[in-house]
């Protein structure tokens, strides 16, 4: 009996965990980044062709998404 109340309790947390995981990681802002401000950071913008979009190297801002 007190195995079954262990396991259910292990799993009730363990799926408000995967629920709660997500939606934490959605709420945090993305930070903003432009070629203008890449570029001020010290970085330079490039095109990474593998994932279509374009990116600010090196600098304050290095492996940033430019929006």
């Known amino acids: ?3 079954r109340l262990l396991g259910f309790t292990a ?3 363990l799926a ?3 629920l709660t995981g997500p939606a934490a990681q959605a709420v ?3 930070p903003r980044v432009d ?3 890449c570029m001020h950071g010290g ?3 490039e095109y ?3 994932t ?3 990116t600010c190297i090196d600098g304050k801002y290095d492996g940033e998404p430019i929006s």
Do not use: E, H, N, Q
């Open 1 to 3: 009996m007190r195995t």
């Open 48 to 50: 990474d062709s593998a």
């Open 16 to 18: 408000a965990l995967g």
């Open 35 to 37: 070629a203008k401000t």
């Open 28 to 30: 945090a802002p993305l």
């Open 43 to 45: 970085g330079t913008v």
């Open 52 to 54: 279509g979009l374009w």
């Open 11 to 13: 799993a009730v947390i």
